[in-house]
């Protein structure tokens, strides 16, 4: 496709299950982003990935959330054991090799019950 | 910690006048701020960037500039027109040569009134 993709477009889930949620960037794209956005809120940083290099983790806000990028395209970020406050949108978004501009997908809504 | 604020949780203004919204970052020196809008239930869109050794940016009807001794920009819009009315985020991004960590402020909702 054209643009960031991501899915799913809205998840509700029960606290304490867990949650997996895509991202499929633009093709060529080398570095990748993830952020969370709560209701209202600016976009809270949570790790990025800059082709082979080791992503930065550091806005990871706890350990039940991780993150990998397979193949240098498609990235997956994981929340376990989902607690209400983990209720927010999660953006992700792709951009080209030296470039600074980032393309975002529309988002998947999390709500946890 | 690093930080982007945007002072503003809203503005409001009538059409036809010029917008002007404020960025500061603290705790460190982005080589480079980036603008985005944001309409509701979707992912921003880029609109400018302007690195730390640029005084001003224009793009048509937006101009940002970056003042790096204030540690602030500004972003305009002139001429505002009703479907300017959107959240504008404001971005610092630390490297030329390689995609770095992006951090964002939390967003000025703009309401242009006709």
């Excluded at chain 2, 919204?21 to 701020?33: H, I, Q, R, V």
């Excluded at chain 2, 500004?74 to 009703?82: C, D, E, G, R, V």
Aim: charged share 20%; glycine share 10%.
């Amino acid at each position: 496709g054209a643009g960031v993709s991501q899915s799913p477009s809205n998840k509700v889930t029960e606290k304490g299950k867990d949650v997996e949620l895509r991202c499929d960037p633009i093709s060529g794209h080398t570095a990748l982003y993830w952020y969370r956005q709560s209701l209202g809120q600016g976009l809270e940083f949570l790790i990025y990935f800059q082709g082979n290099s080791a992503p930065d983790k550091s806005g990871l806000p706890s350990d039940r959330f991780s993150a990998e990028r397979t193949g240098g395209s498609v990235s997956t970020l994981t929340i376990q054991r989902t607690q209400q406050e983990d209720s927010a949108v999660y953006l992700c978004a792709s951009s080209p090799r030296g470039g600074r501009e980032l393309f975002f997908g529309e988002g998947s809504r999390l709500t946890v019950l | 910690s690093q930080k982007i604020e945007q002072n503003s949780e809203a503005l409001n203004i009538q059409e036809g006048k010029t917008a002007t919204l404020t960025c500061n970052y603290t705790n460190y020196s982005p080589a480079y701020l980036q603008w985005y809008r944001q309409d509701p239930g979707r992912g921003p869109v880029f609109l400018l960037l302007i690195r730390e050794n640029e005084k001003e940016k224009r793009k048509e009807r937006l101009k940002v500039t970056f003042d790096t001794t204030l540690k602030q920009s500004l972003f305009h819009i002139t001429a505002s027109q009703p479907a300017d009315s959107a959240t504008y985020l404001c971005a610092g991004g630390g490297g030329y040569s390689s995609a770095s960590k992006i951090i964002f402020g939390s967003g000025t909702r703009l309401s242009i009134r006709p």
